[in-house]
């Protein structure tokens, strides 16, 4: 029986799960690990969920409409990508702000698009010098500037729409608890928007309050030696330190739920190379920067003795593919020399 899809939309989620078996075996590992490919969305990410929802909620409250509107977002990359090709499938225009440090593969794909991408000069660089010295709290000017320049204009709001989080709790959560039986452990992810962590956390502990979630955070000292040449993200692309020995940073977005958390856990930028590396060794799955940094805390987890056949499941935002310009594929044995696993 034929089966023909009317739009990319109707593509977004149910990604698969896939269990690590040839990594487990050779890391010697306790836990199992199980990593959910988000890239296996028709734009390539997670953010594929996030941009379909903040939308087709939009239109379900008459905000807008592909006629009139023009979409409006600041972001450093998959976000963007996401809802450039949603714009696309759907008939809007679509306006970027772009941050620095954007990989050369992600800037093609949004020209690819055709994305209208706003130069960060004059007034828009001084409204991001304020984001970078404030925090995430400054953010909501730049971003209501570019949607004052804009006739018709609509801000998509990443960092403070609550349709992100409903995204990854409608279905992401959903989709790993039916996926491993509701047997899973543990869950990893990196804070972005903090949409992803938040709505799937709160699903998972509403099916099962023992669930573990861990809170991947980029080392601070690996930021600032990055290995990656003008990346100001240290080359993780994404996540953020949102959480210090005082509580919450000013890069925790409003998105983002400390009280789903139970814990934190730094990771370095060798390890995310290293375990960005082993996983294409062993299972031929080739993933970007913030998905190694959960992977790298995943198998420290399933390293343990008290993890002994628990199931973690690392969420993996994209693919490598869109980092090859960084030379993520490259395996740097100096760097990953002493990272330990």
């Known amino acids: 029986m034929a089966k023909i899809y009317n739009s990319?939309?109707?593509?977004?989620?149910?990604?698969?799960?896939?269990?690590?078996?040839?990594?487990?075996?050779?890391?010697?590992?306790?836990?199992?690990?199980?990593?959910?490919?988000?890239?296996?969305?028709?734009?390539?990410?997670?953010?594929?969920?996030?941009?379909?929802?903040?939308?087709?909620?939009?239109?379900?409250?008459?905000?807008?409409?592909?006629?009139?509107?023009t979409l409006i977002e600041f972001t450093s990359g998959n976000t963007g990508i996401a809802l450039a090709a949603f714009a696309a499938a759907k008939g809007y225009k679509f306006k970027i702000g772009l941050q620095p440090g954007v990989s050369e593969e992600r800037l093609k794909l949004l020209e690819a698009y055709q994305a209208?991408?706003?130069?960060?000069t004059g007034e828009l660089g001084d409204l991001l010098e304020k984001v970078n010295e404030k925090g995430f709290g400054a953010f909501e000017e730049l971003v209501q500037y570019l949607v004052k320049e804009t006739p018709n204009g609509w801000a998509t709001e990443q960092l403070s729409n609550p349709d992100n989080i409903n995204a990854h709790y409608k279905h992401t959560g959903p989709?790993?608890?039916?996926?491993?039986?509701?047997?899973?452990?543990?869950?990893?992810?990196?804070?972005?928007?903090?949409?992803?962590?938040?709505?799937?956390?709160?699903?998972?502990?509403?099916?099962?309050a023992s669930i573990k979630t861990i809170i991947v955070q980029p080392d601070?000292?690996?930021?600032?030696?990055?290995?990656?040449?003008?990346?100001?993200?240290?080359?993780?692309?994404?996540?953020?330190?949102?959480?210090?020995?005082?509580?919450?940073?000013?890069?925790?977005?409003?998105?983002?739920?400390?009280?789903?958390?139970?814990?934190?856990?730094?990771?370095?930028y060798a390890e995310t190379l290293r375990a960005i590396h082993l996983l294409a060794k062993?299972?031929?799955?080739?993933?970007?920067?913030?998905?190694?940094?959960?992977?790298?805390?995943?198998?420290?987890?399933?390293?343990?003795?008290?993890?002994?056949?628990?199931?973690?499941?690392?969420?993996?935002?994209?693919?490598?593919?869109?980092?090859l310009s960084e030379n993520l594929q490259r395996v740097n044995e100096e760097l990953e020399r002493n990272v330990g696993f």
């Not at 209208?116 to 960060?120: N, S, T, W, Y």
């Open 220 to 268: 601070p000292e690996s930021v600032v030696n990055s290995a990656v040449e003008g990346a100001t993200d240290g080359g993780f692309h994404g996540i953020h330190q949102v959480h210090d020995e005082n509580g919450l940073t000013d890069r925790a977005p409003e998105n983002f739920s400390d009280e789903l958390t139970d814990t934190y856990e730094f990771v370095t």
């Open 116 to 120: 209208e991408i706003i130069p960060i």
């Open 8 to 69: 990319i939309t109707e593509l977004v989620g149910h990604t698969p799960i896939v269990e690590f078996h040839r990594l487990r075996e050779a890391l010697n590992l306790k836990g199992r690990i199980v990593g959910k490919l988000e890239y296996f969305n028709p734009a390539g990410s997670h953010k594929d969920r996030i941009a379909l929802e903040i939308i087709e909620q939009a239109e379900l409250r008459g905000n807008i409409s592909p006629d009139k509107t």
């Open 282 to 323: 062993y299972e031929g799955i080739f993933v970007g920067a913030s998905a190694g940094a959960a992977l790298a805390v995943a198998i420290k987890e399933a390293l343990k003795e008290e993890n002994q056949d628990k199931l973690i499941v690392p969420l993996l935002p994209d693919n490598g593919e869109r980092y």
């Open 175 to 208: 989709e790993i608890w039916e996926d491993t039986d509701g047997k899973i452990d543990v869950f990893i992810g990196g804070v972005g928007t903090g949409g992803s962590t938040h709505g799937t956390s709160k699903y998972l502990k509403e099916k099962n």
